[in-house]
């Protein structure tokens, strides 16, 4: 399996951006997929997660309301709507896929990993 995200960028504080994440290699509907991101100087951390159907998703409290995660099976592609933006979104954007909807939201599980696309949010 491959990931390739994309979508990042700079972005004023209220604004928004979207994030796409690219599978190939596998049947992606055999996968659920997940979101994580890393700020400078922290760990990387749970954003959110879809089920392959699109069905379940799950966010992490500091993006739930503002953030949107879905996916068109169609084009192999994951994508993170994220909305009303703060400087403290600012971190390297990850996608991740694992066939367990419960793995995908714990990164020690996850061994398929895109390759980060930075999302910086100027104040």
């Known amino acids: 399996v491959q990931l390739q995200a994309s979508g990042g960028g700079l972005v004023q504080a209220g604004g928004s951006l979207r994030l796409s994440c690219a599978f190939s290699g596998r049947t992606f509907t055999s996968y659920d997929m997940g979101w994580f991101r890393q700020a400078p100087g922290k760990e990387r951390e749970f954003v959110a997660a879809?089920?392959?159907?699109?069905?379940?998703?799950a966010y992490a409290d500091y993006v739930k309301g503002r953030f949107a995660i879905s996916r068109d099976n169609a084009k192999n592609t994951v994508y993170l709507q994220m909305n009303k933006m703060k400087p403290e979104d600012t971190a390297v954007y990850y996608c991740?896929?694992?066939?367990?909807?419960?793995?995908?939201?714990?990164?020690?599980?996850?061994?398929?990993w895109g390759q980060g696309t930075l999302v910086t949010v100027s104040s």
């Open positions: 879809i089920g392959w159907s699109g069905s379940s998703t």
């Open positions: 991740a896929a694992d066939p367990s909807y419960s793995r995908v939201r714990v990164q020690r599980y996850l061994e398929i």
